[in-house]
């Protein structure tokens, strides 16, 4: 089994293109190990929104429900995806 000194007696021997290369990796890794341990710690969204996935369906469903009246009592009205996408062009594009 290596040791860490003997890890570390290797590392020295390394030529500086070497030692840098072994640095940025080691950088590198901190960094990803770093931003895991963000993730794992960040609450769940039902702890961190109080919203339960069946408040969350029931919601939904309700917007759903509104979405159609309004479709159906003629507020608003459907517009088709080619219609839609040459709005947004020129809506960005200028």
């Not at 089994?1 to 570390?8: G, H, K, R, S």
């Not at 940025?24 to 960040?42: L, P």
């Not at 429900?65 to 996408?85: F, N, Q």
Request: aromatic share 4%.
């Amino acid at each position: 089994m290596t040791t860490a000194v003997e890890i570390e007696a290797a590392i020295r021997k390394l030529p500086p293109s070497e030692r840098r290369k072994l640095d940025a990796w080691r950088e590198e890794e901190q960094i990803a190990h770093e931003n895991a341990d963000r993730i794992f710690q960040m609450p769940d969204k039902e702890e961190k929104e109080g919203a339960t996935d069946a408040e969350v369906e029931q919601a939904w469903k309700e917007e759903t429900r509104r979405r159609i009246a309004e479709l159906e009592s003629g507020a608003v009205k459907c517009v088709d995806g080619p219609t839609v996408m040459a709005q947004l062009r020129r809506i960005t594009c200028r």
